[in-house]
C-alpha cells in the first residue's frame, strides 16, 4: 500500500513537494520566535469555561474566536445560527484567494465535554490552564507560567478543558493561516473557517446550518481538525469516522430508598437489576450479545485494509503505559476493534453512594450510560432498537419517561431509556485526488511516515458533509493521543500545537487544479 | 403462641397490669399539654449536624444531651470514652432508686448516617427540622412551626437527618423519665441511660467502653430505643437484630480515563467488569450464588417460628405503597426474608458519571459498596471471607489496597476489596422472665396486640451485651416504619414520639423483683 500510494502521491503532486517544504521553513521560522505569545493567548482562550449546552459560556468564546480571526485579518466573520432554541452557533469566516476556483474549509469546534473539578488533579482545575514539565501521572511537575524570554520546551504539557479537544484545532488552523499572512506566501485555494459550538452534544444543529448556508459553506474538501495523532507521534491523517448514540437507562426498585436490615432480601434491588441487566449484553471476550448487533457492518475495502495493516500497532506501547494486562477481546487487534466494529461501552454508572458517602439502603433506582459507536453500514436508530429490544427480551417494560405508580405495581421490571441524539458513521475514499493531495501535504511537513487511518475510532457527524454538501471530509489531528480528553486532567503537549500549525499551513498551500 | 404468652404473662406481671395503666394514663396527662415546648427541643436537637464519624459535630450533640439529662435531674452524667483515637463518647446517666436492687438501662444512639442534601426534597435540607402535614411522597404540605398554643396533629412529619435514626431514641427515652419524675411516680428499679455516638459506623468502640465500665454498666436488662416500628403502627418488642458487615469493592481498567470512541472496544471497561462480577452473585430469584453463603445459619426455633408466624404479613400494604410488582424472591415472606436469611445486596455503585454529567469515555474504577446483614450462626469475617472466595473464583486477583503498575500489567482482573467493620446478629430468648415483664409493660401502653418479633431484620452489635456484661438486650423500637432512616427524606411521624414515651415509662415502671 506504500508503494502504491508513493505512485499516487508522484501523479498528483511531485510537482508541488519542493515549494512546500520551503514554504514550511519559512512558516517554522515564522512561528519560532512568538511561541510565547501564542501561549499566552491560547491560556486566555482556555480560561474560557466552555461547557456544552451552556449559551452564555459559549457565546463568549465564540467571540473570542471572532475577536482573533478579526486580528489574523480574516473577513466576513460572522455567526451561522440555527433556528432551534438553545441552538449555539458557528463562528465563520473567510480569506479569498482572488482568481481561485478551489475552495479548502477548515472545521474545528470550541465546546467541551462537561467537567467534574472534583477529579482533577491537585494544582488542577479545568478552566484554569496549568503548565507542567511533562504528563502529571508520569511524574511531571507544575510550573509556573513563564517569563516572555523563557525557552518553552516542547514536551511541556497545558493542562485545561479543551487543550486538546477540540480548542487546540481553533488554534492551529488560525494561527497556520497566521503565519502563511506573515510570511507573505500565497495560497492557491480560497480559505475558509468554520468553528462549532455543538459538538460535544452530538452537532444537533450542524446540518440545519449546513442546509441554511449552503452556498457559503460549498468548497473542495473539508478539513477537520479534530481528535487525537497516532500514539507514535508521527503525523496522521483521517479518512472517517465512526457514529455515535447514546443511551441513558434508568431501572426501579421500591419508590423511597429503604433501609438495607430492615428490607433486605425482599425490596428489589435496583442496583442488581441493573448489573443483572448489563451484564446480560457483552460475552467475557468482548462480543455484544444484542441480536444483530454486527448484522449492518460494512466490512473495509481493500485498499482500506491494506492501509490498516501498515499502521505500526500502538496497542503494546499503549498498554504498557496504560497499564492493563488484557485488552477487553483476546481475538482483535487495536485497529481492528476501533475502526471495523461498533461498540456498546458503559461510560458511567450510578446507583445511591459508594465508600465514605454509602448508606446502608436499597436504592431507588440505578442508572447507566451507554455509548454506542457505530461503523459504516449501522444506522444510529437502528442499532439503538436493537439494544431496546434486547432490554424488552430480557422481560422489562421499556418506556422512555418514569414509570407511574400503576406501572410499578403491574411490571415488575420496568427501564426507562433515554436515547441521546445520535449520528451515522462516515467514509472519505483514500483514492479521491482531494485525498491524494492531503495526504502529499501533510507528508511535506514531516521527514516521518504519514499514518493513513481509513476511520478514526471517535466520532463527528462528518456524513453530513456528504449528505448536504456532497463534499468529502478529511481529518487531519494534531494533538497527542494521551490528552485525557472527554475526562479529567485533559491536556496538550504544547509542541504539537507548533507542528500543528505547519501541517495546517500546508494544507491551506495545496494547489488543487 | 398468643394464648402461651398471656399465660406466661399472668405468672409474672398480673399483679402490675392495672396499677400500670393507671399510670400510663398519669403520664399522658402529664406529656399532652407540653408537646410544643418537646417539640421544640426536639427541634434544636435535630438542628445539630451528627454525621457519623465527625467527631466535632457529635461532641456537640453530646453535650447537648448531657444538658437535657441535667435539666431531668438525671445524676452522675458523664461521658464514656474508648482509648482509640477518633473514638466518639458515650453519654452515661443514672437515676437511682433506694432500695432497689434490679437495674435497667436505656439505649439509644445520636450518630446519624451521612447526607448527601442534593437528595433531599424541595424545602428540606438535613439540618434544618421541618414540619410537614404527611408525607411528602403521599400528599404532605410543608408547614410553618406551629405557634406555642397551635395543636400539634400526631400525623405530621418532622423531617430531618436523625428524627428517626435515632435521636428519637434519646428523645423517648429522657421523657419518658422526665414524666415519672414530674408525675410523681416511683420506679422499683434503678434506671440508667446509655446513648453511644458510634452505631451508625459499627459500634466500633462499643466493646471496649462495655468493658471498661463494666460495673457501671452491668444491669438485668438492656432496653435498646432503636429501629422501626411495624408497617401496622402496632408496638412491638423484638428480641434480636441481624448481624451487618460492608464490602468496599473495586475493579480497575487503563489507569487513566480513556475517549470510549478512540479507544472503545480495545481498553478494558471496569463498569462491565463490575456489572459481570456482580451478577455472578446472585440468581433472579434474589438466591446468594455464593458458595456456602447459607451454610452456618442456626434456624429460628419453635417458638421464635410460631411467634413470626402470628405477625401480621405487613409486605402487601408496604408493596402498595413501595410501588412495586414483584419482591426480590417469589419464595420468600417478607418476615422470612428479614428474619431467617443473610442478605447479599449493593447499597451503591458508581464509575464515572451518568446522564447529562456522562462523558464518552471508557472509566478508569467502578466501585460497589456491598452489605451483608448476618443471622444468627453467621460470622462477620467468615461471610465477607466467603465473598471474596468466590470473587477470587471469577479469576480476580484481590486486594486490600490500590493495585501497583505491575500488578495491573500482570493480573487482568484486580479487585480491591476492603472490609467495613462488621459485628455479628443477636437474640434474646423470648421465654426468659424478664422478656416476660418487658412484654407486659409495653402491653399495658395499648388496646391493639404488641407485635413480638424474634429478631429485627436490621442490626445493632448488641452481641456485645451479651458477651461482655452477660445482659441480655431487648429492642422497644418506637418509630414509624416509613422513616427513610439512613435514606434521603427521613422523618418521625409526631405522634409515635409521645406513644413512645408512654412505652418506655411503662418498661421503667417495672416491678422487677
Redesign the interface.
Known amino acids: 500500500m506504500k508503494i502504491l500510494l508513493s505512485i499516487a502521491i508522484s501523479v498528483f503532486a511531485t510537482a508541488h513537494l519542493f515549494s512546500q517544504d520551503q514554504a514550511i521553513l519559512k512558516i517554522r521560522a515564522d512561528h519560532e520566535p512568538r511561541h510565547f505569545d501564542l501561549l499566552k493567548e491560547y491560556a486566555a482562550f482556555l480560561s474560557l469555561p466552555n461547557t456544552m449546552n451552556d449559551p452564555s459560556e459559549l457565546v463568549a468564546n465564540a467571540e473570542f474566536i471572532s475577536g482573533m480571526m478579526k486580528k489574523r485579518g480574516i473577513r466576513n466573520i460572522q455567526l451561522l445560527h440555527a433556528d432551534a432554541e438553545g441552538a449555539i452557533p458557528a463562528v465563520y469566516g473567510e480569506a479569498l484567494t482572488p482568481g481561485a476556483t478551489r475552495t479548502v474549509i477548515f472545521y474545528a469546534h470550541y465546546d467541551g465535554?462537561?467537567v467534574?473539578p472534583d477529579k482533577w488533579a491537585e494544582g488542577l482545575s479545568p478552566f484554569t490552564p496549568q503548565l507542567a514539565s511533562g504528563p502529571l501521572?508520569k511524574g511531571g511537575q507544575l510550573l509556573d507560567f513563564p517569563a516572555a524570554n523563557a525557552d518553552l520546551n516542547p514536551d511541556w504539557r497545558l493542562y485545561a478543558r479543551s487543550a486538546a479537544d477540540d480548542k487546540a484545532g481553533v488554534f492551529t488552523i488560525l494561527n497556520a493561516y497566521d503565519a502563511i499572512r506573515r510570511t507573505g506566501l500565497a495560497p492557491h485555494v480560497n480559505i475558509k473557517f468554520f468553528f462549532e459550538g455543538e459538538e460535544e452534544r452530538g452537532s444537533t444543529n450542524l446540518g440545519e446550518i449546513l442546509q441554511k448556508h449552503r452556498d457559503l459553506l460549498r468548497a473542495d474538501a473539508w478539513i477537520i481538525c479534530d481528535?487525537?495523532m497516532h500514539a507514535s507521534g508521527k503525523k496522521q491523517i483521517t479518512f472517517g469516522?465512526?457514529g455515535?448514540v447514546?443511551l441513558?437507562l434508568t431501572v426501579?426498585?421500591?419508590?423511597?430508598?429503604?433501609?438495607?436490615?430492615?428490607?433486605?432480601?425482599?425490596?428489589?434491588?435496583p442496583?442488581?437489576k441493573?448489573?443483572?441487566l448489563?451484564?446480560t449484553m457483552?460475552d467475557?471476550e468482548?462480543h455484544v450479545l444484542v441480536d444483530g448487533f454486527y448484522d449492518d457492518v460494512i466490512p473495509l475495502s481493500a485498499s482500506e485494509r491494506a492501509a490498516l495493516a501498515a499502521i505500526p500497532d500502538p496497542?503494546p506501547m499503549m498498554?504498557?503505559?496504560?497499564?492493563?494486562?488484557?485488552?477487553?477481546?483476546p481475538t482483535?487487534t487495536?485497529l481492528e476493534?476501533?475502526t471495523t466494529?461498533p461498540?456498546l461501552?458503559?461510560?458511567?454508572?450510578?446507583?445511591?453512594?459508594?465508600?465514605?458517602?454509602?448508606?446502608?439502603?436499597?436504592?431507588t433506582t440505578?442508572?447507566?450510560?451507554l455509548?454506542l459507536?457505530l461503523v459504516k453500514g449501522n444506522d444510529s436508530r437502528r442499532q439503538t432498537g436493537k439494544v431496546i429490544d434486547h432490554i424488552r427480551n430480557q422481560g422489562y417494560l421499556v418506556l422512555d419517561r418514569e414509570p407511574t405508580?400503576e406501572e410499578?405495581?403491574?411490571?415488575?421490571n420496568i427501564a426507562t431509556v433515554r436515547s441521546g441524539t445520535g449520528y451515522n458513521a462516515q467514509r472519505t475514499s483514500m483514492d479521491l485526488p482531494v485525498s491524494q493531495l492531503v495526504i502529499e501535504a501533510v507528508k511535506s511537513t514531516t521527514s516521518q511516515d504519514v499514518v493513513l487511518m481509513p476511520s478514526?475510532?471517535?466520532?463527528l457527524p462528518l456524513y453530513l458533509f456528504e449528505e448536504i454538501l456532497h463534499t468529502p471530509p478529511i481529518t487531519v489531528p494534531v494533538v497527542n493521543?494521551?490528552n485525557?480528553?472527554?475526562?479529567?486532567?485533559e491536556n496538550v503537549q504544547i509542541g504539537f500545537l507548533w507542528n500543528g500549525m505547519e501541517t495546517i499551513a500546508a494544507i491551506m498551500l495545496i494547489d488543487f487544479k
Chains 1, 2 share one sequence.
Open positions: 465535554q462537561p467534574n501521572d481528535g487525537p469516522v465512526r455515535d447514546n441513558h426501579y426498585g421500591a419508590k423511597r430508598p429503604l433501609h438495607s436490615g430492615n428490607y433486605g432480601n425482599w425490596a428489589p434491588n442496583a442488581m441493573l448489573v443483572r448489563l451484564a457483552k467475557d468482548g496497542a498498554q504498557q503505559e496504560l497499564a492493563f494486562a488484557e485488552p477487553e477481546s482483535r487495536f476493534s476501533i466494529l461498540t461501552n458503559i461510560n458511567g454508572i450510578v446507583s445511591a453512594n459508594v465508600g465514605r458517602l454509602a448508606s446502608n439502603i436499597i436504592p440505578a442508572t447507566a450510560t455509548d459507536r405508580d410499578r405495581l403491574a411490571n415488575a478514526a475510532g471517535g466520532s493521543y494521551d485525557n480528553q472527554h475526562g479529567e486532567n
